[in-house]
């Protein structure tokens, strides 16, 4: 079956450590999203591809960071940790931008900082 | 600024039918979906409109009026698996998705 797969599931780190999220898809859609999600809010949009070209949101924190170095793959690097980022990390992709077309979802990261 | 206004929680009971209102103030409108969301799980896609109506899928129906920044989303024969978080979410004129912070909705046997 076609999908979005994310790993790991339950992620726990240190204050300050860096940590990496994953991303793959089988959906050979062409963008890839990453959202932030906390308790009872709304996902928050961090960053988009369309295929290579990376969109970064004006409001994303430069602790964040993304890497897509194929289409099937993407990676969401948080450089230093606070406590406040702490929340589940969704990652999302459609076969085109615009916002009009269906986003799939995989199953997302829930990330911990201790 | 852009504003999705859902109700924050709702309970409803097995059997039963509930509506579930959203409304949107976007700078333009390019169509609303509804997304529901169990408990630490990701978003699955539910529906899109983006004219003016009811479409009908199944036990969930979802209602449009652009002229009024309003949909609901009707869920009929409720059952228990149904208690989920619901997300309305707006497309923008600028073809940028916008979230609501979703409805949770508990079923009670």
């Known amino acids: 079956d076609a999908m979005v797969i994310q790993n790991p599931r339950y992620q726990v780190t240190q204050f300050g450590k860096p940590v990496t999220l994953s991303c793959s898809q089988t959906?050979?859609?062409?963008?890839m999203y990453w959202y932030q999600q906390k308790s009872s809010q709304a996902p928050k949009l961090l960053f988009h591809?369309?295929?290579?070209?990376?969109?970064n949101e004006a409001d994303t924190p430069d602790n964040f960071q993304s890497r897509r170095p194929n289409t099937s793959f993407c990676f969401l690097d948080i450089r230093s940790p606070g406590l406040g980022d702490a929340a589940m990390y969704l990652c999302?992709?459609?076969?085109?931008?615009?916002?009009?077309?269906?986003?799939?979802f995989g199953p997302g990261t829930r990330l911990t900082v201790l | 600024g852009q504003n999705i206004d859902q109700p924050t929680e709702m309970t409803a009971t097995e059997g039963a039918i509930v509506q579930i209102n959203c409304t949107y103030q976007?700078?333009?409108?390019?169509?609303l979906f509804w997304y529901q969301q169990h408990a630490g799980e990701a978003p699955t896609f539910l529906s899109y409109?983006?004219l003016d109506g009811l479409e009908e899928k199944g036990r969930f129906s979802s209602f449009l009026s652009r002229s009024k920044g309003y949909s609901y989303l009707l869920l009929k024969e409720l059952q228990m698996k149904d208690s989920a978080s619901y997300l309305c979410?707006?497309?923008?004129?600028?073809?940028?998705?916008?979230w609501g912070a979703g409805t949770k909705l508990i079923i009670k046997p």
């Open positions: 591809y369309y295929d290579k070209d990376f969109n």
């Open positions: 976007t700078s333009g409108f390019n169509g």
């Open positions: 959906l050979n859609h062409n963008v």
């Open positions: 999302a992709t459609s076969s085109e931008t615009g916002g009009t077309d269906t986003q799939y």
């Open positions: 979410a707006v497309t923008d004129s600028n073809y940028q998705l916008i």
């Open positions: 409109n983006v």
